[in-house]
């Protein structure tokens, strides 16, 4: 049985990660054992840069804290190495990590991931790191209203050129 100093650090460990994935978005699982040092630098870093968490944890401290949020089915596939990437943007972890586990096959593999509270399977997590992120959806929902409202204003040009012709001068 752990000392109460040890079980203590566990639960303040556990209620810090509740804490984080309750306050996330989005989160995905990796395994990341055989990594090298300078590939986690450079993924660690580009995460950074994202705004992206990226931590490595106990499979029982993130079990614990998935159940206290509703996601105990993320305990499945909690064996092995076990890293999280914690993030407030819907595809900035899912982008990166996809692509570097693309990159290095069968010594970096994602396992499961949740997205605004339930939990998506690898397929799920490859399909948010296919979508455009938020500024790309931003640009192709101006480009759509542009479109419309060059449409619109053709149209009455249209109309008013019309009517000039109709009138006599």
């Known amino acids: 049985m752990p000392s109460q100093s040890v079980l203590e650090k566990k639960q303040a460990a556990v209620a810090a990660l509740t804490e984080k994935i309750k306050n996330a978005t989005t ?8 990594i090298s040092v300078a590939d986690d630098t450079k993924l660690r870093k580009q995460l950074r840069e994202a705004g992206v968490e990226y931590s490595v944890v106990k499979n029982s401290i993130l079990g614990r804290a998935a159940d206290e949020c509703g996601l105990g089915e993320l305990k499945n596939v909690l064996e092995g190495t076990t890293a999280i ?3 407030d943007d819907y595809t900035a972890a899912a982008k990166i990590l996809d692509e570097f586990a693309s ?21 799920g997590v490859k ?3 296919k979508m455009p992120n938020k500024e790309g959806l931003l640009s192709m929902l101006c480009s759509a209203l542009q479109g419309n ?16 012709e109709a009138t006599p001068a």
């Open 85 to 87: 990437a914690i993030s």
């Open 27 to 34: 989160g995905v699982i990796v395994d990341y054992k055989g």
């Open 127 to 129: 399909k948010l790191a």
């Open 103 to 123: 990159s290095q096959k069968d010594i970096f593999n994602i396992k499961a991931g949740f997205c605004d509270g339930e939990v998506i399977d690898v397929d």
């Open 149 to 164: 409202i060059s449409g619109l204003a053709r149209a009455l040009q249209a109309i008013v050129d019309k009517e000039n």
